[in-house]
């Protein structure tokens, strides 16, 4: 299952080797040289989300039975938890590229910063809850601002207070 796009429109852009072909819920895509020696791609086009805000995912799967709409809405809601972690990861500690020269210190910097990842959202998350906050309004970057400004500001004793007191200003 792959995202196409909110824009149906997506799909002639999504591969350029590839003449594609739209009839109703089938896509079915040729590659440009090689028409007349293989068969087109017969992929099922999904359309989730809402009236307003449609996404069209694509899928092998055929059969309405092995897949349904239902079963393919779940699986895009679970990936998107998914994303998220890995563009925290990424963007907010900065981890889209390794800098070690060596493998046992790539998987030293991987495992840190996986971590720091899982131990963050810990910290904000028992302090929202405290405060009666729901934990969804947690954001990753305003909770590690925090942290680092208190850390940074010289006051490690009460740095972890410090930190949700910037938290609760930025929320």
Not at 25 to 52: E, F, N, S
Not at 104 to 130: F, Y
Request: aromatic share 8%.
């Amino acid at each position: 299952m792959i995202r196409v796009g909110s824009n149906v429109s997506l799909l002639s852009d999504l591969w350029p080797e590839f003449d594609v072909t739209c009839q109703g819920q089938w896509v079915y895509a040729w590659p440009v040289k090689r028409q007349r020696q293989v068969p087109p791609l017969r992929l099922r086009l999904i359309k989730v989300g809402t009236v307003d805000k449609p996404v069209y995912l694509l899928t092998n799967v055929g059969n309405v039975r092995q897949l349904s709409v239902p079963m393919v809405c779940r699986a895009y809601r679970l990936r998107w938890g998914i994303e998220l972690f890995c563009r925290s990861l990424k963007r907010t500690l900065c981890s889209a590229k390794i800098d070690c020269r060596t493998g046992q210190r790539a998987t030293v910097q991987i495992n840190w910063t996986l971590l720091s990842l899982c131990i963050l959202p810990l910290l904000g998350i028992e302090h929202l809850q405290t405060r009666r906050i729901k934990p969804q309004r947690l954001s990753s970057a305003a909770l590690l601002c925090a942290v680092r400004e208190a850390l940074l500001g010289g006051r490690f004793t009460q740095s972890l207070h410090q930190a949700y007191r910037t938290l609760d200003a930025q929320l």
